[in-house]
């Protein structure tokens, strides 16, 4: 705005009155407070990786080898560095939270994206939001004092069920991440045009023909992406995992046994107030740091596909 | 005209399977909604006995008869008050700046997308952590006070902030903005003037919802000392805290059984809050689409 030319003979000028430019200066005064606003996120994201990596380096130099061991317990004298425990214990837990996950997060997508009609949707899609607006700390409440001993304890085969179990905390993620999975599937599957369906109905399909045969598959890279973004939830989730299968690291293969995650060890580790630069401050940050680095993997992974599907569409 | 009815030549296999697929939809959705009403039911029966105002009233005790949750409340308020303070503003400035001011194409830019999108997955724990190294200890030191939990939550809020800001700019008719240009406004104008009052409803919704998220958050802050025993209210952002999510945590892991009651009671409250949020958001978002569509 500012480069107008004009020539000098000009009988009207064209060069920025005062106002203008005191206007032209405000904005540039607006645009780089603005700028300076979207860099504090990733001001953030730099902050994160520094506190994580030195710490995390710090222990390493330190323990080594020892991470592959079949016993966690860093805080103890003397300190064993196994990651096994929480590794199979985080994998017990986010495999049953997706086990829930999957099939009602999906039927929930294709209920919203193919069967209800607007005024359903409007209600429906509310209650997701109920469902995803729970604290975590009450399904917590509720899978220790309710899951647990009512269902895992009474029912479960394996073994004597007593009090924390990885059962009961991947049910609790489970419910967790069912919103996930059903809101980003029916953007997907929403997504996919008219003309696909209604080409499928003229050749006589039915609905359900239509919903699982046609749009299911069309729609299937954003229904991958969100059970991507479903795992990474459940990956991170730290109170459920601490409250309901409890922190004791131990290395079992049976879901009705208590676990710790590495989420709910962080947590765990975290209320005992570690002093800085202490075993403990750093192992908090070494796990801290696998968590973040596999949940930034399977985030990149999923909103690239979801970009991707987006493309294809649009 | 005549209408065909064709679905009496539809063989009875596939019309069976049609009736069990929707069916089996139909119940899973309805399972989200037993799932919500069993949970309340649970939570008030477990409680139900000590619903009063005393419960709101009283402070956490070691006595089951006398403890409630008036400093976890007012801490709940202390701390997500602050959070949005900081990240509406930067939230909301960074969505205009993404929108409406940023070269497109520029790799700083795609740069900055892309972090935005990733922050908003990283656990919420983790936040914690940084909350941890820089804020509470490190080099601010702060300790485990209202504001570095405040700046912790706000930090974990700022990308959905920014997310659903972006989408409700995205959402104002340009037209607004041309007018505006057209008539010699500067481009800084016409989005203060009519670009950014119109995206309000659709910001404030989600960031209802952002907020009531920080509300329920309970993971960064057991790294933050919000587990204490905290008899008084906070009273200023030094101020030693407890918040709902936490306290309702302390009770629960208590060994005595009248405690579990007690913390059955406050997720109710907590729950309370949080469904009354949602519930604005929700009717703010209906009364919006319903506006935007005349």
């Known amino acids: 705005m500012a480069q107008v030319q004009y020539e000098s003979r000009a009988r009207v000028s064209l060069a920025p009155s005062s106002d203008l430019r005191k206007k032209i200066f405000i904005q540039r005064v607006a645009v780089s407070i603005m700028r300076f606003a979207a860099l504090i996120s990733v001001l953030i994201t730099v902050g994160i990786v520094v506190s994580l990596v030195p710490a995390t380096m710090d222990l390493l130099r330190e323990i080594g080898g020892q991470l592959f061991g079949i016993t966690w317990a860093p805080l103890f004298e003397p300190p064993s560095f196994g990651l096994l425990p929480l590794v199979t214990g985080t994998f017990i837990i986010v495999s049953i939270a997706m086990i829930i996950a999957i099939p009602v997060g999906l039927a929930a997508a294709m209920f919203l994206s193919d069967y209800a009609t607007f005024n359903v949707r409007r209600v429906v899609k509310p209650i997701l939001e109920i469902l995803a607006g729970i604290p975590t700390v009450v399904l917590g409440l509720f899978g220790l004092y309710v899951v647990n001993p009512g269902l895992v304890e009474k029912y479960w085969p394996i073994g004597e069920p007593v009090g924390y179990t990885a059962l009961g905390a991947g049910l609790m993620t489970g419910v967790l991440v069912v919103p996930i999975v059903a809101s980003v599937a029916d953007d997907a599957l929403s997504a996919v045009p008219r003309a696909m369906r209604e080409a499928a109905y003229a050749l006589g399909a039915t609905r359900r023909e239509v919903a699982t045969k046609v749009v299911f598959n069309a729609g299937l890279s954003g229904v991958v992406a969100a059970l991507i973004l479903a795992f990474a939830r459940a990956f991170g989730e730290t109170t459920v995992a601490l409250m309901v299968a409890g922190s004791n690291p131990r290395l079992s293969a049976n879901p009705g046994d208590g676990m710790q995650t590495m989420a709910s060890f962080i947590g765990f580790a975290g209320i005992g107030d570690q002093e800085v630069g202490s075993t403990g401050y750093k192992t908090i940050f070494l796990v801290g740091t696998l968590l973040f680095v596999i949940t930034l993997i399977f985030n990149i992974v999923g909103n690239r596909v979801i970009a991707k599907y987006r493309e294809a569409y649009e | ?294």
């Not at chain 2, 063989?11 to 899973?28: M, N, Q």
């Not at chain 2, 477990?46 to 400093?71: C, E, H, M, R, Y």
């Open chain 2, 1 to 294: 005209m005549t209408t065909v009815d064709l679905s009496s030549k539809l063989s009875p296999v596939r019309r069976t399977k049609d009736t069990v697929f929707r069916t089996l939809l139909t119940l899973s959705v309805l399972s989200a909604l037993g799932f919500i009403f069993g949970i309340i039911y649970s939570l008030w029966n477990d409680s139900k006995f000590l619903l009063s105002w005393d419960i709101v009233t009283n402070f956490p005790s070691f006595d089951p008869n006398a403890a409630g949750f008036q400093s976890p409340i007012f801490g709940s308020i202390w701390v997500v008050s602050v959070a949005a303070l900081v990240a509406l503003p930067i939230g909301i400035l960074t969505a205009l700046y993404l929108e409406e001011f940023s070269p497109k194409k520029s790799r700083f830019i795609s740069i900055l997308e892309l972090n935005i999108q990733n922050l908003a997955g990283v656990p919420a724990v983790v936040f914690g952590m940084i909350g941890l190294a820089f804020i509470a200890r490190g080099p601010m030191s702060w300790g485990f006070t209202v504001g570095s939990a405040a700046l912790v939550l706000a930090m974990m809020i700022l990308p959905v902030v920014i997310i659903v800001s972006r989408e409700s700019i995205r959402a104002v008719p340009p037209s607004y903005k041309e007018g505006a240009l057209a008539l010699g406004a500067t481009q800084w104008q016409a989005v203060r003037r009519l670009v950014l009052p119109s995206s309000i409803p659709g910001t404030a919704t989600g960031s209802i919802l952002a907020v009531s998220r920080a509300m329920g958050e309970s993971a960064p802050l057991l790294l933050l000392g919000a587990l204490a025993f905290v008899t008084f209210n906070p009273d200023g952002l030094d101020s030693q805290y407890t918040v709902l999510p936490l306290a309702i945590f302390k009770y629960s892991i208590d060994s005595r059984e009248e405690f579990h009651y007690i913390a059955a009671a406050g997720s109710l409250i907590l729950v309370a809050i949080l469904f009354t949020l949602n519930l604005i958001a929700i009717l703010l978002r209906d009364y919006t689409t319903r506006k935007n569509r005349v």
